[in-house]
């Protein structure tokens, strides 16, 4: 089993900040094979990136995906107030995720 | 565009089976080249993907969980199902279901997905 391990835990930011978030696979993987989610408390993840860099539907253009074999980044150009949340990175499991919160 | 919606008893007792259903409205179940899943989150914790179903019936099961999950769809009601049997207090979270596009062979392994998009999710707890 292919596990996905993400990093850091807690990402403490300003708004107008750029963050990184890492998803590391413990096996070498396809370099489409990752999805990232964001998700608000008490709501349902949405989903961001699929095949490691393509964005979603109606996904802004300051998130980015990159990363091939085992290392893989979510990026976030300029942080929004509404950026603020968990999230996931997703292989054939799931990340244990990465809180993006207000410094 | 599609949406989902999950339903069922929000309380289990331990031991019974925990039965959910997800209707799908705003396009056909059986539309596009789409897997259906079930995907449940402990509070305050993080996802575990439970299993999927194409709408041939065909099924692919977390190995964690597989002997104890039975999911089933019904194209003519455009709905697909969970039932998760023996249940535990472990087995107490929130339940998504969501339509989830795979890309490669399932069989072999050789695939990657994504899940889009997601139904609100249903908190089903088990306790007597």
């Known amino acids: 089993e292919i596990v996905l391990t993400q990093s850091p835990g807690t990402l403490s930011l300003s708004p107008g900040e750029r963050a990184t978030l890492s998803c590391r696979a413990s096996q070498s993987v396809s370099s489409s094979y990752l999805a990232w989610y964001q998700q608000k408390p008490g709501q349902a993840p949405r989903l961001l990136i699929y095949?490691?860099?393509s964005r979603a539907t109606g996904i802004p253009d300051r998130f980015s995906g990159s990363g091939s074999g085992t290392d893989f980044t979510l990026t976030i150009s300029r942080l929004e107030p509404e950026d603020f949340a968990v999230y996931y990175c997703?292989?054939?499991?799931f990340g244990g995720g990465t809180k993006v919160e207000i410094k | 565009q599609v949406q989902l919606q999950e339903s069922g008893p929000g309380l289990v007792k331990p031991s019974q089976t925990l039965s959910l259903t997800c209707t799908v409205s705003?396009?056909?179940?059986?539309?596009?080249?789409?897997?259906w899943s079930w995907i449940r989150q402990p509070a305050g914790k993080g996802l575990e993907w439970i299993g999927r179903?194409?709408?041939?019936?065909?099924?692919n099961y977390n190995p964690s969980l597989k002997s104890r999950v039975t999911i089933s769809v019904d194209t003519s009601k455009n709905q697909f199902s969970l039932k998760l049997s023996s249940v535990t207090a472990a087995d107490t979270a929130v339940y998504y279901c969501?339509?989830?596009?795979?890309?490669?062979?399932?069989?072999?392994?050789?695939?990657?997905?994504?899940?889009?998009?997601w139904g609100q999710g249903t908190l089903v707890t088990v306790s007597s």
């Open positions: 705003g396009g056909s179940i059986s539309s596009g080249s789409y897997y």
């Open positions: 969501a339509r989830d596009r795979v890309v490669g062979d399932i069989l072999t392994g050789y695939y990657f997905n994504w899940f889009d998009p």
């Open positions: 179903i194409y709408t041939s019936g065909s099924t």
């Open positions: 997703q292989g054939l499991t």
């Open positions: 095949g490691a860099s």
